[in-house]
C-alpha cells in the first residue's frame, strides 16, 4: 500500500530546497531565480507558508515582472520554450542560447530581446523532466553579463541540473498517480507502439504476427492496466511512462 505524503511536510522540504537553489544561484552570480514544477500549468510554486516561491523566496532583477501571475507566460517566454525541446541544461549569454554541444533547434530560439524585456544578460537553465510527461524547469540569471559564462556552465550544470530535479521532484511529490506501479508485457507495448504510430488493429496483427481479436485484447489490457479508457489515453499513458518512444 503506498503512503501518501503530508502537504504540510511536503511544503516544508520544498521551501528547505528552495532555499537551497537560492543560495547556489548568489554562490554563482546569478542570484535570480524562477522555477516551474510544470510548465504546461500556470500554477506558481508555493512554499510552506502557502505563498509563492517567486514572492517570498525567489527574487527576479525587476520586482514589477510578476510573472509567476501571468497566466500566458509559458506560452511566450523563450527559456520556457527551449525547455521544451532540451533534456539537458543550457545557458544564456551574449544573446542567444549554448550548451556543451551544438543544439540546433535551441540556437534558431530568438531570445534575446524577450530576455532584455525580463532584465536577464545571463542565465542558466535546467529543464527537469518528469514521468508522466510533465516538464518543470528552474532558471538561474543575472542582470548583468557573467565572466566566461561556458566556464561556469561546464564546472556547475550537473550540480544545478541535479538541484533542479530535486526541487520539482519534491514539489510533484503525492500529486502524480499514486497507484502502484504498472508493469505491461511485451505485446501489450508492442502493440500500443505499432498504435501509436497510426496502425490499424489489421496492420499491427500482420506486423507482429497475431490475430485482430488478439491485438484488441492486449490493447485493452494495458487500458486498464494504466487505469485509462481507450486506445489513445492508453497510448498517452504509456508514453508518458517510457513505454513507447522507440521502434516496435
Known amino acids: 500500500m503506498l503512503t501518501r505524503v503530508d502537504d504540510g511536510e511536503r511544503l516544508a522540504r520544498v521551501t528547505v530546497m528552495a ?16 522555477a516551474s514544477a510544470d510548465i504546461s500549468s500556470p500554477e506558481p ?23 509567476w501571475r501571468d497566466r500566458a507566460f509559458a506560452l511566450r517566454a523563450p527559456f520556457i520554450l527551449a525547455a521544451r525541446y532540451t533534456a539537458e541544461p543550457f545557458f544564456y549569454g551574449q544573446g542567444r542560447f549554448a550548451s556543451w554541444r551544438p543544439l540546433p533547434r535551441l540556437e534558431t530560439i530568438e531570445v534575446a530581446e524577450a530576455a532584455e524585456a525580463f532584465g536577464i544578460r545571463s542565465a542558466i537553465i ?19 553579463p557573467v565572466a566566461d559564462l561556458p566556464a561556469l556552465y561546464a564546472a556547475r550544470a550537473d550540480e544545478l541540473h541535479g538541484a533542479a530535479l ?14 502502484p506501479p504498472v508493469r505491461l508485457t511485451k505485446r501489450e507495448v508492442q502493440c500500443l ?20 481479436p488478439t491485438v484488441r485484447f492486449h490493447v485493452q489490457n ?14 498517452h499513458r504509456a508514453t508518458g511512462l517510457g513505454y513507447i518512444g522507440g521502434a516496435a
Not at 532555499?19 to 524562477?34: D, S
Open 222 to 235: 494495458a487500458a486498464l492496466k494504466l487505469r485509462v479508457a481507450g486506445r489513445a489515453q492508453a497510448i
Open 193 to 212: 507502439k505499432w498504435a501509436a504510430a497510426g496502425k490499424t488493429d489489421a496492420d499491427i496483427a500482420q506486423i507482429i504476427g497475431i490475430s485482430g
Open 126 to 144: 535546467c529543464p527537469a523532466y518528469l514521468t508522466g510527461g510533465v516538464i518543470g524547469a528552474v532558471v538561474w540569471a543575472s542582470g548583468q
Open 45 to 67: 510554486m508555493l512554499g510552506k507558508d502557502g505563498k509563492p516561491l517567486a514572492e517570498t523566496t525567489f527574487e527576479w532583477p525587476d520586482n514589477a515582472v510578476r510573472y
Open 19 to 34: 532555499e537551497r537553489v537560492r543560495a547556489m544561484g548568489r554562490e554563482i552570480g546569478l542570484p535570480y531565480v524562477a
Open 166 to 179: 530535486r526541487l520539482v521532484c519534491a514539489y510533484r511529490d503525492g500529486q502524480d498517480d499514486d497507484a
